[in-house]
């Protein structure tokens, strides 16, 4: 097995401090493949998908967890979701040129960080905060130390081919373990962007910390899933009401959604919203196209 697209996790045994890696390349190269982003978009949104993957295996329930970037700046929104299974689709918008030497600050004016977190049969969990740091990593680990109030450290790299991420946290303790905190942390602070994107995660955990006593756990496989369907689709269309999808209906042959995450299109003509209005959302529609 290789170490392309598996999230691995491991454990310093005489440290308190737990650690994630994550390499993604089919994964990226698929959701890439559905929108044309600029090489700072590419960069951006990959960080954000590695950084959610990770986030992710801190999650103890089926469900999903959603990291959501918005701002004032030429980045509009960066949304990343991974479920429990590994399964990640991510998108951007942007507005006009932007040049990969902006820095975070212009590409993110007046940003926000919200991550959600949606356990299957319950209500989401939400929590923003002001987009922070010079670096998507630096944003993600000012959220950790206010909400979960532990120590946490976030690497993140990505271009147009791989997106990777490492992730060190401290353990609740009710010992003090700030100087083993601040050992393995110098030790990783010597991570280069090539390394963190082309290494396998064995050989970059030796050569970061062949002196520690570190545990790792089976390797994860990571994969692109786009969760859009047509029930989803008619279920929004029932939400609208039959009035304005009539009127939108008026307006052309049919209603046509595209899924910004995978570019499937759904198609529903005046006999299917007829059906769908009469019958419910469990009526069949028209047929899809990807």
């Known amino acids: 097995m290789t170490d392309q697209d598996l999230l691995y996790r491991f454990l310093f045994e005489e440290a308190e401090i737990r650690g994630e890696w994550v390499q993604l390349n089919t994964s990226w190269q698929t959701i890439l493949s559905y929108n044309a982003y ?6 951006q949104l990959g960080q954000l998908l590695a950084a959610g993957v990770l986030l992710s295996a801190t999650l103890k329930f089926k469900g999903t967890l959603i990291i959501q970037v918005q701002s004032a700046g030429p980045i509009k929104a960066l949304v990343a979701q991974v479920s429990h299974q590994r399964a990640i689709r991510g998108l951007a918008r942007w507005e006009g040129e932007i040049s990969p030497q902006e820095s975070f600050s212009e590409l993110y004016h007046s940003g926000q960080l919200t991550l959600t977190l949606q356990r299957e049969g319950a209500s989401p969990y939400q929590g923003t905060v002001p987009l922070e740091g010079e670096s998507l990593a630096e944003a993600l680990q000012s959220y950790f130390i206010r909400s979960e109030q532990l120590q946490t450290r976030i690497w993140l790299e990505s271009n147009g081919k791989k997106a990777a991420g490492f992730f060190l946290q401290e353990l609740p303790s009710q010992q003090d373990h700030e100087v083993n905190w601040k ?49 989803r689709i008619e279920r929004t269309l029932v939400t609208l009401g039959e009035k304005e999808v009539r009127l939108a209906l008026a307006e052309q042959e049919k209603i046509e959604v595209t899924c910004e995450f995978c570019n499937r299109q759904y198609s529903f003509d005046s006999v299917d919203i007829t059906q769908l209005f009469s019958s419910g959302i469990k009526t069949p529609t028209s047929s899809t196209h990807h």
Do not use: G, W
Request: include cysteine.
């Open 38 to 43: 600029p090489p700072a978009i590419q960069t």
């Open 183 to 231: 050992s393995i942390t110098l030790l990783a602070n010597t991570i280069t962007s090539e390394e963190l994107l082309n290494l396998p995660c064995t050989e970059l955990l030796y050569r970061l910390f062949h002196e520690e006593q570190v545990r790792l756990f089976d390797p994860e496989p990571v994969f692109f899933r786009c969760s859009c369907s047509k029930e």
